[in-house]
């Protein structure tokens, strides 16, 4: 047998694995504990604050599969910086992703040790983490079709908890359902400082926060070597998610705040269990806890996945040491798997050496670093567009609605979330750090003379 087969992924994603990824990557932890804190800055307006981060990413994704859809690469939308705006750019976005992922998967792999602290107390956090790295590190390792099969199923949990509070939530609202059959009806979006209680003001204090809660939606770009049919299962899932983010958002903040005062959210724990125990299903809070831990599972799984294949990407173009160019026999990127992995390991001994302060600044970056990507997605499909010919224009399968005035606005409206970023001094600290970690990844690429080898 040849071993020396050419470094190539294994298109082992199917139609349903990619539906379900899109909808569970936008569906995190956060929304389960009652998006509590966002809820403080807007009040009941978080729902405009939702709606409006919810048309930007729509856009963004739009722009994104009008690029994955006419060229499916691993390394998506850093390929694509590469191509369209400069070799340096795409260098900063291939290790920008990573890095921001694996802040991201930090935090949560250290959230599954603190949720299981309701099951076993005495069992130390750190075992936990491990414990979650080490598993989902190997069902990584394993193929393609595991890592969807996985995700399928974390964000199935998900979404059928989610329907369920919906449901039970608007029964209680119209029927009264759990109430002695007096429906609640929906004042309490009203009746405590009005819809509005911290002004317009509040909407935007919270937009940078709700813009936090989307990162990992545009992972979908970065299935695109992976999926079968690309064409047609990335179009599908991107054509649906400003109507998940709707529904799924929008919809079960709306029927939280409905049947209870938002200025009491997060007193009481997640609002998810309230609705549960008080239509009265046994072992609720058991329930959402198992629930919370598969989603910050799946955020970790989602993460060790996405910095595999950047790292794969960088690799293969000269950016990163080669042998992160290796697949398995079953086509999956292990070596940089296991490099992403062990970069986690260190983030999880970190956590609990470093003061906490040190570990805000550090997810800040990855704040930062979303709009970054963000950002790069339209600017990079605005160049697309410049560099085809009106004949490639006309024969697009798939393109950005509204084009070009869609994309600057939504650049537009990054911008702005930078600017309140600024203005409010608990996240001014990432508009330093994130400068000076692009800094940092300049000073290398052209000190290691990557600028020579593009």
């Known amino acids: ?29 956060g929304l ?17 604050s939702y709606a409006l981060g919810g ?9 994104l599969g009008e690029m994955a859809i006419r060229n499916p690469v691993a390394g998506s939308f850093s390929r694509y910086a590469r191509e369209y705006m400069g070799p340096v750019f795409g260098y900063l976005t291939g290790w920008n992703y990573w890095f921001l992922w694996v802040i991201t998967c930090m935090a949560e792999i250290t959230a599954v040790g603190i949720y ?9 956090r750190w075992i936990w983490a491990l414990a979650a790295l080490v598993m989902m590190t190997l069902v990584n390792l394993i193929a393609v079709k595991a890592y969807g099969e996985l995700e399928f199923w974390f964000a199935l949990v998900k979404i059928v908890t ?37 002004g317009f003001g509040g909407v935007l204090m919270s937009l940078q ?51 209870y ?42 993460g060790i996945f996405s910095t595999a294949r950047m790292l794969f990407n960088l690799g293969q173009q000269g950016e990163a040491p080669q042998k992160f160019t290796k697949v398995t026999k079953r086509g999956v990127p292990g070596v940089a798997t296991m490099a992403s992995a062990g970069a986690l390991l260190i983030g999880v001994v970190l956590n609990y050496v470093v003061p906490e302060k040190v570990f805000t600044w550090l997810t800040s970056i990855a704040t930062f670093g979303a709009i970054w990507t963000w950002a790069i997605i339209l600017l990079s499909q605005l160049k697309s567009r410049k560099k085809m010919s009106g004949e490639e224009l006309h024969g697009l399968s ?30 001014r600290i990432s508009l330093v750090i994130g400068p000076l970690w692009y800094a940092l990844l300049i000073a290398v690429y052209y000190g290691k003379g990557f600028h020579k080898k593009s």
């Open 1 to 29: 047998m040849n071993k020396e087969k050419p470094a190539e992924l294994h298109r082992g994603l199917e139609q349903r694995h990619i539906t379900l990824m899109s909808l569970g990557a936008a569906i995190g932890v």
């Open 261 to 302: 005062p938002w200025n009491e959210l997060g007193q009481s724990g997640s609002p998810f269990v309230m609705i549960f125990e008080k239509i009265g299903i046994p072992y609720a809070p058991s329930i959402i806890n198992f629930v919370v831990i598969t989603a910050a599972l799946s955020s970790c799984n989602s």
């Open 398 to 427: 798939y393109r950005m609605p509204w084009a070009p005035y869609s994309s600057y606005a939504t650049l537009a409206f990054l911008v702005l979330v930078i600017g309140l970023m600024a203005y409010f001094p608990d996240t």
């Open 116 to 124: 299981m602290e309701f099951w076993a107390p005495d069992v130390p």
């Open 55 to 63: 048309l930007a990413i729509f856009f963004i994704m739009r722009a």
């Open 209 to 259: 926060m709700v813009m936090f809660a989307y990162l990992g939606i545009e992972m979908i770009g970065v299935t695109a070597g992976e999926v079968k049919d690309p064409k047609k299962s990335i179009a599908r899932a991107i054509d649906s998610v400003f109507w998940r983010i709707l529904i799924f958002y929008v919809g079960a903040l709306f029927v939280i705040m409905s049947l």
């Open 32 to 48: 389960f504990l009652g998006s509590a804190t966002a809820i403080k800055l807007a009040g009941p307006a978080i729902l405009i």
């Open 162 to 198: 989610i329907i369920l509070m919906l449901g039970f939530g608007a029964a209680m609202i119209v029927f009264g359902l759990g109430n002695d059959g007096v429906a609640v009806g929906i004042s309490n979006l009203w009746s405590h400082g009005g819809f509005f209680p911290n």
